[in-house]
């Protein structure tokens, strides 16, 4: 899979993206030039070789702000997808084997929490279990994960009704063997397509949440906090929100694209995707051999 | 109590500003529809000329509209705009005439009697008379919720003498009542209203320069002139609309598009809202923040740990770094020049981390041994300069944002808190507000610096002219500032801005008064 993605240009520039802003979530603390939270008396100047994105309104290093700033971001929109995943995906899986009592009580409460505004309900539920990221992200991660649990049914149904699988199963196979041969891979690319785009919709949570001030306590950095406390000062430092507000951006486009690269690339149209793609690029490049038998790759 | 919001600096939070923008937004549809209605009343109110609306953004928008509850913070501004009072403040800051005429005092000082103007009536047609004072300040002094009864602790009873002389009996002499009973603290409700508190709270009625025509709570309020305030031909406005203001970036902005052409101001505002054109001027007043301390709770039960940090207050970050030139530095709950400040304290506890870190040490407190809580009620860079303040010398703080602040605070169950004053239009209210043993800006109730209570009883004995009247005071302030409570950082600015068609305010201190103020095209 990982190799199919990335014979895709999109798939080259998602994981290019990703990758860096994975770099600054794990070093960015460490890269940082100065002390995000020392504060100095130069309020609100603007970029000079000391300062390269310029000093805030209590005089701190803008740009150390937002490497520190990096890996709450970060991590919260990577919680956000995992537990979406766990929460989702497994009684998805189970709704089709275990029963039709299990599985109209499991769509209604995927349809329950559907229902619920998740942002409004993340700022609710900080208020009930403490103002922290984790806390806001942990519900967050609960409220989507009826994407992953309607992803991951839909595709074992499919599975589940097929012709093969109903042979497999009068030929005596149990259906935890089912799951593992025939589903899970019938399962695993909707579900990679999900969590890509669950970390950008996780990005956007965090980064709103962090924006209104929510799940984070000053003077801890986060780009959505940045974002946040440069419109007040927008009369002195008017280009200071382009840059937390292009990292932002950036993530969640490569998110974005990482789930558009995954889904064409997955199942029997990615293949056909792959190979019309490569025959074209033989085409057009006649000199180059042609493989042998395409076992090369 | 929970409404006393006494800062500039007490916003709203971030996820108001969502909601801001939303009431910006249906601001701008209510008043292009409002617009026809407008100039349709003022053809009806006849009088010629074209009617004129104020459209103010305010950060305090009150929530409550019983004077009685609200208390004696920022946002009885707004409440004035209903509600009347016996007295009012000039542009010294001197008590003069509003609903009463004249006032007199009796010999021992005791009892003064306060002589109400004729033939005044409320919106609702009850008349202002003697009974009518009467029932407020009864009100203020028993009402359940009432935020006032503490700073009414002078007054004994209250009696009538004919139709419109009210005698107010007291339990100590007393010369600051008339300074007291004031628009800060004694506006004054129609009784036949206030007979249901609750309703009042939703529906003000006052005798006031305006009246309320329509309410939505929080969010926004409507007001016409009232025709029967006694000073009507002095108000030149015939309509108000009031609307809570978003967050403060989007302020200039519906300045200058015109949704609103006058709101309050955050300093770092003042320069955008210049570049646009408009009039941003400072209102003389008495603001002043402190860090305010419980000494009933480690570790600040040990004096030691108080010097320190109050040594380790640099006031003039605070100014420099959140009031944008607008500001200056304080070490009393005043800013330096007014009457009560003390010249002979300004140099009480200067910046000296130094000094901090070995008053640490003596105590035998090791750095970062001490982690405090540093709670506040809304986001404000003010904390995390505390915070670096106090990281410096050792103390570890952590800033926490309770959006139900005003409860724990209130109780004085917090231990490290930020709030700030507006001031009040008797210095000695000033005074017991921050220092007294019930003051709402005490965070240590019960307790009381020594000698302050017989200073204070010295400065309400002293009549407000005699020539030795600041000296009291400013001993009074002495006596007070040895409260460990309470730590003065700054003072923030009475910032405003002002479509240029808004003639100049009234200036007096810490009011927003309309009277004479005109609104041209």
């Known amino acids: 899979m990982v190799r199919r993605v990335l014979a895709l240009p999109t798939g080259r520039l998602a994981v290019g993206v990703l990758s860096v802003i994975a770099l600054l979530a794990i070093l960015g603390p460490t890269l940082a030039p100065h002390n995000p939270l020392g504060t100095s008396a130069l309020t609100l100047t603007g970029p000079s070789w000391k300062h390269w994105l310029g000093t805030d309104y209590l005089g701190r290093d803008v740009f150390s702000r937002l490497l520190a700033g990096s890996r709450t971001s970060v991590l919260g929109s990577v919680e956000v997808a995992l537990i979406a995943l766990a929460v989702g995906v497994v009684p998805g899986i189970l709704s089709v084997y275990l029963g039709r009592g299990f599985e109209w009580f499991t769509l209604r409460i995927a349809d329950t929490l559907l229902a619920l505004p998740f942002l409004i309900y993340a700022v609710a539920v900080t208020a009930l279990l403490g103002n922290g990221i984790p806390q806001a992200m942990f519900t967050v991660g609960v409220l989507v994960s009826p994407l992953f649990y309607r992803v991951t049914r839909a595709a074992t149904l499919a599975v589940a009704r097929s012709q093969y699988v109903e042979a497999a199963l009068i030929s005596g196979a149990s259906i935890g063997w089912i799951a593992r041969r025939h589903v899970w891979g019938k399962v695993l690319p909707p579900v990679a397509v999900a969590l890509a785009q669950t970390i950008g919709v996780g990005f956007v949570v965090v980064s709103s949440l962090s924006f209104l001030g929510i799940g984070v306590q000053p003077p801890a950095p986060t780009w959505g906090g940045l974002l946040a406390s440069d419109l007040g000062y927008l009369s002195y430092q008017p280009w200071a929100p382009i840059v937390p507000a292009l990292l932002i951006m950036a993530t969640v486009w490569g998110s974005n694209l990482l789930a558009d690269a995954i889904r064409d690339v997955s199942g029997e149209a990615g293949r056909a995707l792959l190979n019309s793609r490569r025959a074209r690029a033989r085409r057009l490049n006649p000199a180059e051999p042609i493989p042998a038998g395409g076992a090369a790759r | ?521």
């Open chain 2, 1 to 521: 109590m929970t409404s006393a919001r006494h800062l500039p600096s007490a916003r709203r939070t971030r996820h108001g500003a969502v909601l801001g923008v939303l009431v910006a937004l249906a601001a701008l549809v209510l008043s292009a529809c409002g617009s026809g209605s407008g100039a349709g009343t003022a053809a009806a109110g006849g009088g010629g000329g074209k009617s004129t609306t104020l459209k103010w953004a305010s950060s305090f928008f009150p929530t409550h509209w019983d004077p009685v509850v609200g208390g004696s913070g920022a946002q009885f501004r707004i409440l004035a705009l209903p509600y009347a009072a016996l007295t009012k403040t000039d542009a010294k800051g001197n008590a003069v005439p509003d609903l009463a005429e004249s006032w007199s005092y009796n010999s021992a000082g005791d009892e003064v009697t306060f002589h109400l103007r004729p033939k005044l009536t409320f919106s609702d047609g009850t008349p202002v008379n003697a009974a009518a004072v009467k029932n407020a300040i009864d009100r203020a002094k028993s009402q359940k919720n009432s935020a006032l009864f503490g700073d009414l602790t002078s007054i004994k009873s209250v009696s009538t003498a004919g139709d419109l002389d009210v005698v107010v009996h007291l339990t100590q002499v007393d010369h600051q009542i008339p300074l007291l009973l004031g628009e800060r603290v004694l506006q004054i409700a129609s009784p036949k209203a206030a007979a249901d508190p609750a309703k009042l709270d939703q529906n003000p009625v006052g005798a006031g320069p305006f009246v309320v025509t329509q309410l939505i709570p929080g969010t926004k309020v409507v007001l016409k002139k009232n025709p029967n305030y006694w000073d009507a031909k002095n108000i030149h406005i015939d309509n108000v609309q009031l609307v809570s203001a978003p967050d403060k970036s989007t302020v200039v902005s519906g300045l200058q598009t015109g949704v609103y052409n006058f709101a309050d101001l955050a300093p770092s505002q003042a320069k955008a809202a210049k570049a646009a054109g408009l009039d941003v001027f400072v209102q003389p007043g008495f603001n002043a923040s402190n860090i305010s301390l419980n000494i009933n709770k480690a570790p600040f039960n040990n004096p030691k740990v108080v010097d320190a940090v109050r040594y380790a207050t640099n006031s003039q970050e605070f100014v420099d770094k959140l009031t944008f030139g607008y500001g200056k530095p304080t070490n009393q709950p005043f800013p330096s020049g007014y009457v009560a400040y003390d010249p002979k304290s300004a140099n009480l506890y200067p910046y000296d981390p130094a000094k901090a870190k070995q008053l640490l040490e003596q105590a035998g407190i090791k750095p970062g041994q001490i982690k405090l809580d540093l709670v506040i009620m809304a986001d404000d860079p003010a904390a995390e300069i505390v915070q670096s303040q106090l990281a410096a010398v050792g103390i570890t703080v952590t800033i926490k944002i309770d959006k139900t602040w005003a409860t724990p605070f209130f109780a004085k169950d917090l231990t490290l808190s930020l709030y700030g004053t507006t001031g009040r239009d008797s210095a000695v209210q000033t005074l017991t507000a921050h220092f007294g043993p019930n003051g709402p800006l005490n965070l240590s109730s019960p307790y009381e610096p020594d000698g302050f209570e017989a200073a204070i009883a010295k400065v309400r004995q002293t009549p407000l002219d005699a020539p030795d009247y600041p000296q009291v005071l400013q001993a009074a302030t002495r006596a007070g500032l040895q409260s460990k409570a309470l730590v003065f950082t700054y003072s923030s600015p009475n910032l405003f801005a002002k479509n240029k068609s808004i003639s100049a305010l009234p200036a007096n201190p810490a009011h927003i008064d309309w009277t004479g103020v005109t609104i041209g095209d």
